[in-house]
Each structure stands twice: as C-alpha cells, then as structure tokens.
C-alpha cells in the first residue's frame, strides 16, 4: 500500500479572461486542490479590453501560493507535483 508521499501530481495555470486559477490534479485527473485569482480588465476604448501583465503575474504567484497552502493542509509536499 503506497502512503501519501509516494503519489504524484501535475499542476496547471488556467488563465481566463477574468481570472487565474492553479489546479493540481492527482494521476486520475481530480483535482485535488484550486485556488483562484480575479484581476481587473481596463477598457481603453469601445470594445477594447487591455490586460496589464504585471496583474496578470501577481495573480499567477496568488493563485500558486493559495493552491499550495491547500494541497499542504491535505497533507502533501509541493516537491510531489512533478508536472
């Protein structure tokens, strides 16, 4: 019987249009733990969205971190995401 350290998992940025999330997924592809980060769309003109990629970033490092601090109280390692 495997114990909790010995699985493994494959981590995803799902970036939207409104939105970041991490995902880990196990080797089934449940996801195991999500975090998800709202970042703001600036309206230039009519019909024209922009995105400011240093927003974009911060969200990518929040969402991670969250998803992480989530999978540790699960009790996993975040060296047990391989992908």
């Given at each position: ?40 769309n ?21 969402a991670?971190a969250g ?17």
């Amino acid at each position: 019987m495997s114990s909790k350290s010995d699985e493994v998992f494959i981590g995803a940025i799902d970036q939207g249009t409104s939105s970041t999330r991490f995902l880990i997924f196990n080797v089934k592809g449940q996801i195991v733990a999500s975090h998800q980060c709202e970042y703001e769309n600036h309206y230039a003109k009519a019909g024209w969205v922009e995105k400011s990629p240093t927003e974009i970033l911060e969200s990518i490092d929040t969402a991670i971190a969250g998803t992480c601090r989530r999978f540790n109280s699960l009790g996993y390692d975040a060296s047990q995401i391989k992908g």
